[in-house]
């Protein structure tokens, strides 16, 4: 099955105690700036600029508001060629340095062209190369990068068009941390697949993973969980995923990375991600038993040691329609903004809830004093009608949350709105 770009969605009005909901929180979806391309990441740099990625290879520049007509970096010329309708291959994923503000270094993640490493034979069948690449701003004009300046720090051959990931952020310990999918088509299974258990299980591979890596050489950063196992890839942090779109840091608390990952077909789940943990894929669907030759129908029972569960989780509508929540997951992130009542709500949601029609939905999920998440849905008070399908989520250098939105499935036009959260009040 292919699934859809693994989507965000934002919201969260709510009176938030600090244990606990109130149902069907109400929220607004202010527009921030429009006129883009399927905007799938957005970063706020120290000075209050805003840089988005555009799926098909822009990274476009929004200044006082208002979005600048010269690309900040263009490598269409670089990615992979897309199918107009949908597609999960392109510019994926962007991050600042931490010390973006004297050395002007940023990160793009993209889909290029097939980089071929290991067994050709096999590789002739594969889709692209995920690709992580530091450029610099140009000296003369910090809105225009040195095109000059690419410097990849990893490839990876990727056997399928979908499951990409790519979500890339620098950890409080400023490090690079990867998103990883298990390589794409569907059950973790197929060309390029671990046969016999998966490639989320297999330590050889860097699929279905959370990587750490250092940003000065590409490298295993030091301390990696996995560095001393001879038969595992170092930069490997975290595994046990199939496709981890779009993950985050707490901007408070203890600094917790957050990470939502699409499942099979029948639910979707949320994650906190620590060093050297397995979140289950393909043994696990969030916390259901999974067996990949019979997708729909989950096992009673399965070895579950050692595998950390998810924080919430809800039925998918392609297998669950009755009840469900959405067709496909995105991560979001934990408010910290002005509005105190919302402070510690993860702001999250998904693409839509059915394929061929804008559907978007928008979730918040709320920690007791238990530790127990608790999911609601939010309404949004000021759009008539369906929401537009939901690409990601972003957060500013004040912690309020943006919601990344298109009007259609594919990279096509220049039709798309960026809307900022905040309270229906």
């Known amino acids: ?55 098909w290879g822009r990274v476009m520049v929004v200044e006082d508001g208002e979005l600048q007509g010269t690309p900040l970096l263009d490598i269409r010329n670089l990615i992979i060629d897309r199918h107009p309708d949908f597609d999960e291959r392109g510019l994926l994923g962007i991050a600042l340095h931490p010390e973006f503000e004297s050395n002007g270094k940023f990160y793009v993640a993209y889909s290029g062209e097939l980089d071929f490493q290991g067994d050709l034979g096999q590789m002739l069948w594969y889709s692209h190369s995920n690709v992580v690449a530091e450029y610099t701003v140009s000296s003369d004009d910090p809105n225009v990068a040195d095109p000059r300046s690419g410097r990849v720090l990893m490839s990876t051959p990727w056997p399928q068009f979908n499951h990409n990931g790519h979500w890339i952020e620098f950890g409080p310990d400023g490090m690079l941390y990867v998103a990883m999918g298990d390589g794409g088509y569907a059950n973790d299974w197929g060309i390029g697949h671990n046969v016999l258990i998966g490639n989320g299980q297999d330590l050889a591979t860097p699929l279905g ?104 989780e809800y039925n998918n509508c392609s297998a669950k329609p009755d009840g469900c929540h959405g067709i496909s997951i995105t991560g979001g992130y934990v408010y910290r903004g002005a509005h105190k009542a919302w402070d ?82």
């Open 1 to 55: 099955m292919l699934r859809p770009f693994l989507i965000v969605v934002a919201a969260g009005a709510m009176l938030l105690g600090a244990s606990a909901a109130v149902s069907a929180p109400k929220i607004k979806m202010e527009p921030v700036v429009s006129g883009l391309n399927q905007p799938l990441a957005m970063v706020e740099t120290p000075d209050g600029r805003m840089f988005v990625i555009e799926q």
């Open 209 to 312: 993973k959370i990587l750490r890596i250092d940003p000065e050489t590409g490298d295993a950063a030091e301390g990696n969980p996995f560095a001393d196992d001879e038969e595992a890839d170092p930069r490997i942090f975290a595994y046990g995923l199939r496709n981890p779109w779009r993950c985050s840091f707490d901007q408070g608390g203890s600094n917790e990375l957050f990470c939502a990952d699409v499942q099979q077909n029948s639910f979707e789940e949320v994650n906190i991600i620590v060093a050297g943990g397995n979140y289950g894929w393909r043994r696990m669907e969030a916390s259901k038993c999974f067996n990949y030759a019979e997708p729909d129908n989950h096992p009673a029972d399965c070895d579950k040691t050692d595998l950390i569960l998810p924080i919430m």
């Open 344 to 425: 510690g709500a993860y702001i999250y949601g998904d693409w839509s809830k059915q394929f061929g029609v804008r559907d978007g939905q928008i979730k918040i999920g709320v920690q007791d004093d238990d530790g127990k998440w608790t999911r609601e849905e939010a309404e949004v008070v000021n759009m008539e009608g369906n929401l537009p399908y939901i690409l990601s989520f972003a957060q500013d250098n004040a912690g309020e949350v943006y919601a990344l939105t298109s009007l259609t499935t594919g990279p096509v036009g220049s039709l798309d709105t960026i809307y900022k959260i905040t309270p229906a009040e």
